[in-house]
């Protein structure tokens, strides 16, 4: 009998229902993650890989995320909105969390766009 076969399958489960979790993102290169989040992102590229699983609920945006290559949340925001229009990312409840005004006013256009997108 193999030893390893009891240990495989469990992580085999512990996977599946690791994958099947819904996802609630928060975005930010500095704040802690608030307490209803349970994935943090502190990247651009970071939260977007978490949007292509399919699995997130909700997200929370900051917008200034650090050096350049870090993007910002409106990069985040703009791959939402697109996603959205072509019908690639199911509706999710989102909230903008920066202190950056100009970005929010930019972020929250975005997102709303997305949310008519969401209501055709």
């Known amino acids: ?8 399958a469990l ?3 512990a996977q599946s229902i690791l994958e099947s979790k ?7 290169d500095l704040r802690p993650i608030r307490p209803g989040y349970n994935a943090l992102a502190k990247t651009a590229d ?3 890989k ?6 997130v609920e909700s997200i929370s945006l900051d917008h200034d995320l650090g050096p350049p ?20 990312l199911k509706r999710l409840t989102w909230a903008i969390h920066s202190a950056n005004p100009v970005g929010v006013n930019k972020m929250r256009q975005a997102l709303q766009s997305a949310d008519r997108f969401w209501s055709r």
Not at 1 to 8: I, K, L, Q, S, W
Not at 50 to 55: E, I, P, S, V
Not at 73 to 80: R, S, T
Not at 81 to 87: K, Q, R
Request: hydrophobic share 40%.
């Open 22 to 28: 819904a996802l609630h993102v928060w975005l930010d």
């Open 11 to 13: 992580t085999h489960a």
């Open 69 to 88: 290559e870090a993007g910002t949340g409106y990069d985040v925001a703009q791959w939402i909105e697109e996603a959205a229009y072509h019908g690639k």
């Open 1 to 8: 009998m193999n030893p390893f076969t009891t240990h495989d």
């Open 46 to 48: 970071e939260a977007i």
């Open 50 to 55: 978490l949007l292509k699983t399919g699995r």
